[in-house]
């Protein structure tokens, strides 16, 4: 007896053949369609890897870009300059802008900003100067602070708000603090700052109450970028883990969405 039903569970344990065949075709149709589907959709940022950043790169985008602070160390802004991302239609793709850490708060100032500064400039990059916002500190302190550190010249990029912490005050002074820091440097640079965020603090404090302000959104885990105001959105942080030439860490990648000319209307005349 158990001899017997051992013998019929094992010849159970065998598809027959035209459900096998039948199995396998369905897998090579779902496989084919998923990639497809990838291509037609998934793939619309064009990612490719660079061996020489040591990531994927959106290649629809032609301008590319990095920003520093002091964790970056002492950096050689030629070899930053020349550094070859990847080879687009015979074209070099190299890293054409940079966005720089200048201030935190009321009165720190990034160590090395000055000589970041100065050094992009040198190299032929874009340059743009960040101010990382503290939003229990006082909003009219820190836009002094960032006044006291940071001048702009023509053909850099509008300064920049980094708003990414919370604190424990209610949604409504946060915002209205920012809108404070964001008046009065406009004010005095004479063009609308840029507001660096991520999705979960872009839907918390900035949307609906800055939507006529350019936006730097740092998302690392989409393959595009989707559920912004059309046109809004200025610049993708698409990675934080890149490596670039003339730098020993790691360092975040960012690319512009539109094509160079129009960087000039989030610059300094």
């Not at 302000?213 to 046109?231: F, K, T």
């Amino acid at each position: 007896m158990a001899t017997k039903t051992a013998r019929k569970v094992s010849q159970q344990r065998f598809l027959p053949p035209h459900r096998v065949r039948w199995l396998l075709a369905a897998t090579s149709i779902a496989v084919a369609l998923g990639v497809w589907w990838y291509f037609r959709t998934g793939n619309v940022s064009d990612w490719a890897g660079s061996d020489r950043a040591g990531i994927r790169l959106p290649l629809r985008y032609p301008v590319h870009g990095i920003d520093v602070s002091k964790f970056q160390g002492t950096i050689e802004w030629r070899r930053v300059r020349r550094m070859r991302l990847a080879e687009k239609e015979e074209d070099t793709l190299r890293p054409s802008f940079v966005f720089i850490k200048a201030t935190e708060g009321q009165g720190l100032t990034d160590r090395a900003f000055q000589r970041n500064w100065a050094g992009a400039r040198k190299a032929g990059l874009r340059r743009g100067a960040y101010h990382f916002y503290l939003p229990f500190r006082d909003p009219v302190r820190q836009a002094n602070h960032f006044f006291r550190t940071v001048v702009l010249e023509k053909g850099d990029f509008a300064p920049v708000l980094d708003i990414e912490l919370n604190a424990p005050k209610p949604d409504a002074d946060i915002i209205r603090d920012l809108n404070i820091w964001l008046n009065l440097v406009e004010t005095h640079y004479g063009i609308r700052p840029i507001i660096y965020t991520n999705p979960y603090f872009y839907k918390k404090f900035i949307r609906g109450h800055f939507d006529e302000y350019p936006l730097w959104i740092a998302d690392y885990s989409n393959e595009r970028l989707a559920g912004y105001p059309s046109g809004q959105v200025q610049f993708w942080q698409h990675s934080k883990s890149g490596w670039c030439e003339g730098i020993g860490g790691q360092v975040d990648f960012n690319v512009f969405l539109f094509d160079e000319d129009k960087m000039e209307d989030i610059c300094l005349d």
